[in-house]
């Protein structure tokens, strides 16, 4: 068998009770199989990216596995999906939305799946839940450091909320 890789899940939602949404996508995390729990960031409450869209929940959870990335992403559609997401507009308000952000070592670019997750720097709800789950010397596997990437990206409108778990 093949030694598990650490995976990077980013979780967020900003409709029907958006923190409860989380709370059972990380149950649903858990039930994974072929993976193995490896702890989860705080709670983040920031705005939308995007004008007129509700606040959005986000965090991030670490995982170990053994699944490939696509049945790993396969699976994790599936726990949208559960979970009552309704893929009407692409960047519209959602139920659910979890993004493989890292998986191990891998540089992936596939049609479904790119790994690390290509808007990554961008988002500070993702670049900070990543960094309590990381060393502070952390590197991706494309060699940026976590470091650089926060320091380019502001803390600004991100607020820690407590413990999702
Ligand atoms: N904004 C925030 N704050 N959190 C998200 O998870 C998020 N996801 C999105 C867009 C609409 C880009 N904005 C977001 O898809």
Same mark, same amino acid.
Request: with cysteine.
């Given at each position: 068998?093949?030694?598990?890789?650490r995976?990077?899940?980013?979780?967020?939602?900003?409709?029907?009770?958006?923190?409860?949404?989380?709370?059972?996508?990380?149950h649903?995390?858990?039930?994974?199989?072929?993976?193995?729990?490896?702890?989860v960031?705080?709670?983040?409450?920031?705005?939308s990216?995007?004008?007129?869209?509700?606040?959005?929940?986000?965090?991030?959870?670490?995982?170990d596995? @053994? !699944?490939a990335?696509?049945?790993? %992403?396969?699976?994790l559609q *599936?726990?949208?999906?559960? +979970? $009552?997401?309704? =893929? #009407?507009?692409?960047w519209?308000?959602r139920?659910?939305?979890?993004?493989?952000l890292?998986?191990?070592?891998?540089?992936?670019?596939?049609?479904?799946?790119?790994?690390?997750?290509?808007?990554?720097?961008?988002?500070?709800?993702?670049l900070y839940?990543?960094?309590?789950?990381?060393?502070?010397?952390? @590197? !991706?596997?494309?060699g940026?450091? %976590?470091?650089?990437l926060? *320091?380019?990206?502001?803390? +600004? $409108?991100?607020e =820690? #909320?407590?413990?999702?778990a």
């Open positions: 068998m093949s030694a598990p890789e995976v990077f899940i980013g979780l967020g939602s900003n409709l029907a009770e958006p923190t409860e949404q989380l709370r059972q996508a990380l649903g995390l858990r039930q994974l199989p072929a993976t193995q729990w490896a702890g960031s705080g709670l983040y409450l920031s705005d990216l995007l004008p007129g869209q509700p606040r959005y929940s986000n965090a991030v959870a670490a995982l596995t @053994t !699944l990335p696509l049945a790993l %992403l396969d699976a *599936r726990i949208e999906n559960e +979970q $009552g997401r309704v =893929r #009407a507009e692409r519209g308000p139920t659910l939305d979890l993004d493989i890292l998986f191990g070592e891998r540089l992936l670019d596939e049609p479904r799946l790119r790994v690390p997750h290509y808007q990554l720097h961008l988002r500070p709800f993702v839940p990543l960094a309590e789950l990381v060393p502070g010397d952390f @590197t !991706l596997a494309d940026r450091a %976590l470091s650089e926060l *320091r380019a990206c502001p803390f +600004q $409108g991100l =820690r #909320a407590g413990e999702l």
